[in-house]
T-cell receptor
Framework: ETGVTQTPRHLVMGMTNKKSLKCEQHLGHNAMYWYKQSAKKPLELMFVYSLEERVENNSVPSRFSPECPNSSHLFLHLHTLQPEDSALYLC??????????????FGPGTRLLVL | AQKVTQAQTEISVVEKEDVTLDCVYETRDTTYYLFWYKQPPSGELVFLIRRNSFDEQNEISGRYSWNFQKSTSSFNFTITASQVVDSAVYFCALRGVTGGGNKLTFGTGTQLKVEL
């Protein structure tokens, strides 16, 4: 079952490039998340969108710019990245239960390499 | 503040052995949820189980079982008769319900290698 899909799966970009990561969920959820997973580090929550509004931005540099046009789609726009931004970027979605999020379901991730 | 500790960085077992992955958590919330996720080499985090803090009953699902003990703040995961396909990184996670309760706090993961 591919409830949450992400494209591209792999991306190599130079520091001056602009690219976008795309996430789509087919689970009828209304909250979406971006996480960064670097080698030997815990998953880092980057952004949270709830009902298409950004509710959390965990001190992420402005070179990462999220966009959530509707409850099924989430983008992460990238520009002038640094080599240390190379990581696996994971998208997740969940349903709102009252004011709280239920179980998060993850996509396969985009493995990003910045040269 | 919430914290999840997975002290075992890497475990190697031979196929058919049983293996237990440890998870210890800290939270000030009285209501909270605990999760286990599996991350195979493909990268996707696969949801395995969710428990709420009021349900200490242990759970078994096929070869997987979970032991939740509030007294020791632990939520351990046992794989019985391990198989090569169980090789993955396993993450324990915690979500409270107060303050920043929507945050899912992950442990650093345990890499499980199952060899023939």
């Amino acid at each position: 079952e591919t409830g949450v899909t992400q494209t591209p799966r792999h991306l190599v970009m130079g520091m001056t490039n602009k690219k976008s990561l795309k996430c789509e969920q087919h689970l009828g959820h209304n909250a979406m998340y971006w996480y960064k997973q670097s080698a030997k580090k815990p998953l880092e929550l980057m952004f949270v969108y709830s009902l298409e509004e950004r509710v959390e931005n965990n001190s992420v540099p402005s070179r990462f710019s999220p966009e959530c046009p509707n409850s099924s789609h989430l983008f992460l726009h990238l520009h002038t990245l640094q080599p240390e931004d190379s990581a696996l970027y994971l998208c997740a979605s969940s349903r709102l239960a009252g004011e709280y999020q239920e179980t998060q379901y993850f996509g396969p991730g985009t493995r990003l390499l910045v040269l | 503040a919430q914290k999840v500790t997975q002290a075992q960085t890497e475990i190697s077992v031979v196929e058919k052995e049983d293996v237990t992955l440890d998870c210890v958590y800290e939270t000030r919330d009285t209501t909270y949820y605990l999760f286990w996720y599996k991350q195979p080499p493909s990268g996707e985090l696969v949801f395995l189980i969710r428990r709420n803090s009021f349900d200490e009953q242990n759970e078994i699902s096929g070869r997987y079982s979970w032991n939740f003990q509030k007294s020791t703040s632990s939520f351990n995961f046992t794989i019985t008769a391990s198989q090569v396909v169980d090789s993955a990184v396993y993450f324990c996670a915690l979500r409270g319900v107060t303050g920043g309760g929507n945050k899912l706090t992950f442990g650093t993961g345990t890499q499980l290698k199952v060899e023939l």
